[in-house]
């Protein structure tokens, strides 16, 4: 069975203080890795796709990576707005279903 | 262009009710797919159409059901509503079945009484 853990549970940072979200996963053939930012009362917000090992983007002061077991996301100067949960989803198999980590509840008090 | 559109936003239902939830894709996306979010279980795939047919089933009773109309837009059913069905569903669209991102809309927020 399909299986992502997110870690750590929650995160406080202070603004200005990088940090590392960790996505570890357990997928019979991983077609794609997915980061989401959900705000409260929204729906998760598409932030990156990871398709093989050793593969990176960025996008602002978000940088995700792919190793064949884990998924970081990397946050480099943290902003009070960056306030968020993010969400790491795995797809594998046939169609589109994603299987989703608990996710990690970021806050970046200025 | 326009996001994930899903009505109604809120809805209050009783026991052994049932309710119907609509999703309107991204304009050109095919493929539709339902999630439901708990605080305790997080979020759980319900299942996925494209082009009208179901491809894949989450691991939910048969309570739960959906369509998919040849515009793409679809709908969720409950019937037999239960308490633990209180929830937020979320809806997901996104170009085809391939490895591509899927979009989501706000949700429906459902309570159950």
């Known amino acids: 069975e399909d299986q992502v853990t997110q870690s750590p549970e929650a995160l406080r940072l202070q603004e200005g203080e990088s940090s590392s979200l960790n996505c570890s996963y357990t997928?019979?053939?991983?077609?794609?890795l997915f980061w989401y930012r959900q705000d409260p009362g929204k729906g998760p917000e598409f932030l990156f796709t990871l398709y093989s090992a050793g593969e990176e983007k960025e996008k602002e002061r978000l940088k995700a990576t792919l190793t064949k077991k884990e998924s970081f996301l990397h946050i480099t100067a943290p902003k009070p707005e960056d306030s968020a949960t993010y969400l790491c989803?795995?797809?594998?198999?046939?169609?589109?279903?994603?299987?989703f980590g608990a996710g990690t509840i970021l806050r970046v008090k200025s | 262009k326009a996001g994930v559109t899903q009505t109604p936003r809120y809805l209050i239902k009783t026991r052994g009710q049932q309710v119907t939830l609509s999703c309107s894709p991204i304009s050109g996306h095919r493929s539709v797919s339902w999630y439901q979010q708990t605080p305790g279980q997080g979020l759980q795939f319900l299942f996925e159409y494209f082009s009208e047919t179901q491809r894949n089933k989450g691991n939910f009773p048969g309570r739960f059901s959906g369509r998919q109309f040849s515009n793409s837009r679809s709908e969720m059913n409950v019937s037999t509503l239960e308490l633990g069905d209180s929830a937020l569903y979320l809806c997901?669209?996104?170009?085809?079945?391939?490895?591509?991102?899927?979009?989501f809309g706000d949700g429906t927020r459902l309570s159950i009484l």
């Open positions: 989803a795995v797809q594998a198999g046939g169609g589109n279903k994603l299987v």
């Open positions: 997928v019979s053939g991983l077609r794609g």
């Open positions: 997901a669209s996104s170009l085809a079945e391939l490895v591509q991102p899927q979009h």
